[in-house]
T-cell receptor, first 115, second 114 residues
Framework: GQQLNQSPQSMFIQEGEDVSMNCTSSSIFNTWLWYKQDPGEGPVLLIALYKAGELTSNGRLTAQFGITRKDSFLNISASIPSDVGIYFCAGLKPAGGTSYGKLTFGQGTILTVHP | EAQVTQNPRYLITVTGKKLTVTCSQNMNHEYMSWYRQDPGLGLRQIYYSMNVEVTDKGDVPEGYKVSRKEKRNFPLILESPSPNQTSLYFC?????????????FGNGTRLTVT
């Protein structure tokens, strides 16, 4: 199936540092989503992007929908220990009209924050 | 409380012994989906359902079956489990079948097939 390339695969940072991760694809997507998964739980939606070039913030998180519609970026500023987890990008290419179709996930970025 | 409930949370079984992982949502969601999570591969979609009695294959449907007889339930069936189906499984649901409706995930089922 279609694949999203997410990088980096893992990051080890100090508390207070900024974090950047991205997702790229050879295909165009109409929606980009960013999820976070805490240990032992299911992913939770952080940010949704619906328009090429869109820049959206959620607290210390900022995400952008790439102009080419083939990529997206997530930045976390001033990281704290509770930012630890796995971050997933997901791209949505509707099956037709406005139906949900299939959501494709990236491989995930494992973030570790050292106090 | 609005939630997606999966059972069981942990399951160890042997090759060939049929099993069912249940998924139920109490939010009247139209869309439901099953994913498996494996290290380095992220979340891969197994099956999804746009509505009652409507199911479609995802990216990795081989060895799995699903049914959607009622809106709230979307069980995942492994007729003859094999070791390569050892994985962490997530059920998810969404209110509408449009991209602006966020997916709500269950807490996962860790399956081990020996």
């Amino acid at each position: 199936g279609q694949q999203l390339n997410q990088s980096p695969q893992s990051m080890f940072i100090q508390e207070g540092e900024d974090v950047s991760m991205n997702c790229t694809s050879s295909s165009i997507f109409n929606t980009w989503l960013w999820y976070k998964q805490d240990p032992g739980e299911g992913p939770v939606l952080l940010i949704a992007l619906y328009k090429a070039g869109e820049l959206t913030s959620n607290g210390r998180l900022t995400a952008q929908f790439g102009i080419t519609r083939k990529d997206s970026f997530l930045n976390i500023s001033a990281s704290i220990p509770s930012d630890v987890g796995i971050y997933f990008c997901a791209g949505l290419k509707p099956a037709g009209g406005t139906s949900y179709g299939k959501l494709t996930f990236g491989q995930g970025t494992i973030l570790t924050v050292h106090p | 409380e609005a939630q997606v409930t999966q059972n069981p949370r942990y399951l160890i079984t042997v090759t060939g012994k049929k099993l069912t992982v249940t998924c139920s949502q109490n939010m009247n969601h139209e869309y439901m989906s099953w994913y498996r999570q494996d290290p380095g591969l992220g979340l891969r979609q197994i099956y999804y359902s746009m509505n009652v009695e409507v199911t479609d294959k995802g990216d990795v449907p081989e060895g799995y079956k699903v049914s959607r007889k009622e809106k709230r339930n979307f069980p995942l069936i492994l007729e003859s489990p094999s070791p390569n189906q050892t994985s962490l499984y997530f059920c998810a649901s969404s209110f509408r079948t449009t991209g602006d409706s966020p997916l709500h995930f269950g807490n996962g089922t860790r399956l081990t097939v020996t």
